[in-house]
């Protein structure tokens, strides 16, 4: 499951925030633009209530701003709402500072500076 959620009175340079439930725990990611791509950090906790907790503490998100997003596919960044990977990932040869993005059903080379 992942959702995301603007920030309503940004009082950071934070206006967007992800959260992403997975195997290893619910991530917490926080974005300095409203348009797609990394995130500038992370969090981790237990449970989605208590990252839910954690962004109306610390920015303000009510529980009900939440909109969901597509789920995760196999091997794409998690903090990306595009299936975004790094290439070589799925032969398990990762190429690190490379990236791909799916394009008509095509994986395709991808520059997120170009984004």
Not at 4 to 25: F, K, T, Y
Not at 64 to 89: E, M, Y
Request: with cysteine; aromatic share 10%.
């Amino acid at each position: 499951m992942r959702q995301i959620a603007r920030v309503p009175q940004p009082a950071s340079h934070v206006v967007r925030l992800m959260i992403h439930d997975c195997d290893d725990g619910v991530y917490l990611f926080g974005f300095d633009t409203l348009t797609d791509g990394r995130g500038l950090w992370d969090q981790r906790h237990e449970t989605v209530a208590a990252a839910e907790a954690a962004a109306q503490r610390e920015y303000g998100v009510a529980p009900g701003s939440w909109q969901p997003i597509a789920d995760l596919q196999a091997h794409c960044q998690q903090d990306w709402i595009a299936p975004v990977r790094t290439k070589g990932s799925p032969e398990g040869q990762p190429q690190y500072g490379r990236l791909e993005t799916l394009v008509n059903n095509e994986w395709v080379d991808f520059h997120p500076e170009q984004f």
